[in-house]
């Protein structure tokens, strides 16, 4: 009886019982929650380039959150995630440019192991069929409406899309 008393109010002075594990939303785990178990199998598995990679993923929520002051939920973390991303094919034209391969090619790692943690992406008769219904929804007739329908559009394909490609396919669909 003494022990558990004493568990009890351990795990209730340090905090213990605020640390949920899986969202509330549903039993699946959150993804910042699957990001640390990830790192703790990279961990074990002594992957140290994967476990690099996700550190630096875990930085940049991290950084997120304490800059605005919130908790980041999965919406945020994927927002993190594809920014990170984009620098990351920004770097790889830069180092492909100048003939740095080797850097290039931990670059793409990068990519690959990122990625993994995006929902599944829409394929590009996906895409057109989100872009056609917007654009008829909003009545866009050119490229002066590019704006109207980029804003509509993007919410529907956040996470799951490349934004520079559905832009490409936004301007061609308005002619």
């Known amino acids: 009886m003494r022990r558990l008393w004493i568990s009890a109010t351990f795990s209730y002075l340090y905090g213990l019982h605020l640390s949920p594990v899986y969202s509330d939303k549903d039993n699946s785990m959150s993804l910042k929650a699957q990001i640390s178990e990830d790192m703790k199998t990279a961990m074990r598995a002594k992957d140290m380039q994967k476990l690099g990679v996700i550190r630096l993923l875990q930085a940049a929520i991290k950084q997120r959150e304490v800059d605005e002051r919130i908790e980041l939920d999965d919406d945020a973390v ?98």
């Open 78 to 175: 994927i927002a993190a995630i594809e920014k990170m991303l984009k620098q990351r094919r920004d770097s790889i034209a830069a180092f492909e440019g100048a003939n740095r391969h080797d850097l290039a090619d931990q670059e793409k790692f990068e990519v690959t192991v990122l990625q993994g943690y995006l929902p599944a992406q829409l394929s590009e008769d996906e895409i057109n069929a989100i872009i056609a219904k917007v654009v008829a929804e909003t009545g866009a007739a050119g490229a002066k409406d590019m704006g109207k329908v980029v804003g509509a559009v993007k919410p529907l394909v956040a996470g799951k899309a490349d934004m520079a490609k559905v832009s490409g396919l936004i301007k061609a669909a308005l002619g």
